[in-house]
Antibody, heavy 123, light 108 residues
Framework: EVQLVESGGGLVKPGGSLRLSCAASGFTFSNYSMNWVRQAPGKGLEWVSFISYSSSYIYYADSVKGRFTISRDNAKKSLYLQMNSLRAEDTAVYYC????????????????WGQGTLVTVSS | SYELTQPPSVSVSPGQTARITCSGDALPKKYAYWYQQKSGQAPVVVIHEDSKRPSGIPERFSGSSSGTMATLTISGAQVEDEADYYCYSTDSSGNHGVFGGGTKLTVL
């Protein structure tokens, strides 16, 4: 069974940093590209970032480019999102989501999602 | 930046057909995906690659795409189908994912 479990969310002050993690199981993690998607309270979904299966291709939404860094460790079957210079508008539930099909290097579409981790940016 | 446009809300009676549209300039060349999100839950894909239904998704869910519009159809909508539905695709470069604004489906 495919499982994605996010962690690392919490309360942080504006300008602060936070690192999110996503632990994957139930599939060959190194074969799949991954995404981070977020959802602000009461709002819609927003795509945040993509990393290809081998980390060769990385893309960001304009709203986070230069502040967030996506990375992965295939040996640990884990996905990460380093978030710096956080703003109030970054407050959201952050989901990791598996891109599909395997071995793609462009953003295509997601199939499995985690349950999300809440990030709150407030003083 | 690239946008996908959905109606904010759709309302049908139980047993009726619900159609939710999603328009975007790159849809003729890019697949559309559809996600169902019930209150307090993570999104679940109900249609991928325009019209493919994942295992476990009821047959009443179907998808189509023509030109710049993708459509999610729920034939014989049930009360349990009440949820927010989001279309998703990518811009023409394939470097950015984009979600539509979401459609709240009411079945009553």
């Amino acid at each position: 069974e495919v499982q994605l479990v996010e962690s690392g969310g919490g309360l942080v002050k504006p300008g602060g940093s936070l690192r999110l993690s996503c632990a994957a199981s139930g599939f060959t993690f190194s074969n799949y590209s991954m995404n981070w998607v977020r959802q602000a309270p009461g709002k819609g979904l927003e795509w945040v970032s993509f990393i290809s299966y081998s980390s060769s291709y990385i893309y960001y939404a304009d709203s986070v480019k230069g502040r967030f860094t996506i990375s992965r460790d295939n040996a640990k079957k884990s996905l990460y999102l380093q978030m710096n210079s956080l703003r109030a508008e970054d407050t959201a539930v952050y989901y990791c989501a598996r891109d599909t099909p395997p071995f793609n290097i462009a953003v295509l579409g997601t199939d499995y999602w985690g349950q999300g981790t809440l990030v709150t940016v407030s003083s | 930046s690239y946008e996908l446009t959905q109606p904010p809300s759709v309302s049908v009676s139980p047993g009726q057909t619900a159609r939710i549209t999603c328009s975007g300039d790159a849809l003729p060349k890019k697949y559309a995906y559809w996600y169902q999100q019930k209150s307090g839950q993570a999104p679940v894909v109900v249609i991928h690659e325009d019209s493919k239904r994942p295992s476990g998704i009821p047959e009443r869910f179907s998808g189509s795409s023509s030109g710049t519009m993708a459509t999610l159809t729920i034939s014989g909508a049930q009360v349990e189908d009440e949820a927010d539905y989001y279309c998703y695709s990518t811009d023409s470069s394939g470097n950015h994912g984009v979600f539509g604004g979401g459609t709240k489906l009411t079945v009553l």
